[in-house]
């Protein structure tokens, strides 16, 4: 995960390998919400790709079983 010059690249191609998802279902009208309020595909991951993120995805499906929406909610402990 992490090069000899400190680089984190794992994460960091994790994270641009699900903007470039988010953007994908975006651009198909799929809705993003980052708690609860409307997010771009960059915010949503790099909010949601993190080592031991705290960020949890729900999936909203439509009448017809497309995804609607996805929101990406903060998850508390206790």
């Known amino acids: 995960m992490y090069e000899e010059n400190g680089e984190v690249t794992g994460l960091e191609n994790a994270r641009e390998r699900m903007r470039l998802l988010l953007e ?8 993003l919400f980052v708690d609860g309020e409307a997010a771009l595909p960059g915010d949503a991951a790099a909010r949601a790709v993190h080592e031991d993120s705290p960020y949890m995805a ?18 508390y402990n206790g």
Do not use: L, P, T
Request: charged fraction near 30%.
């Open 58 to 75: 729900d999936y909203v499906f439509g009448d017809a079983g497309n995804i609607e929406q996805i929101r990406f909610d903060k998850v």
């Open 24 to 31: 994908q279902m975006r651009s198909q009208g799929v809705e």
